[in-house]
């Protein structure tokens, strides 16, 4: 995909990713296939429980992507349209499952677009099976030993046991 201007067109998908989940990854083969270089940007989420240090997370998403070759993964700090501008992104991907996220999901993108009109978020929707998974579900399924399978990648599943046991 390029602009006017063919200049590749650099894509962020940011998000707390704790940890990934089929869900995501399904909209990460989604973005890679439209956008010319996908970042996925893990945020430390401060305000979360989060269950995985963002480290971790990183390991995580470079093991379930790797050898997609317009995709990489990295950490940022602060404001994501900083970060974006940054890396020269046009884009930030941001997935919608349902009309509950929409909300929240809007008011992230107006408040962004405020802070860099330059960039736009685009917004895609993950297939129908993924529609209700969701990494607060499996940190808390993972928590109470439910059934975790098929809702991550087997080395997740692996992690998210180790963690909980
Ligand atoms: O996976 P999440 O938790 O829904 O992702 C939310 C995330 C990380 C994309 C959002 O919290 C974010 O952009 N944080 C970085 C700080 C920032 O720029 N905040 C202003 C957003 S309007």
Known sequence: MTFENNKAVVAVYPGSFDPVTYGHLDLIARGAMIFDRLIVAVAPNLDKDALFPAKERVEMLEAVTFGRKNVEVDMFDGLLMEYARSKGARVVLRGIRAVSDYEYELQMAMMNRKIEPGIETVFM????????????????LARLHGPIQGLVPPIVEERLRAKVS
């Open 125 to 140: 929707m993950p297939g129908e099976a993924y529609s209700y998974v969701s990494s607060r579900l499996v940190r808390e």
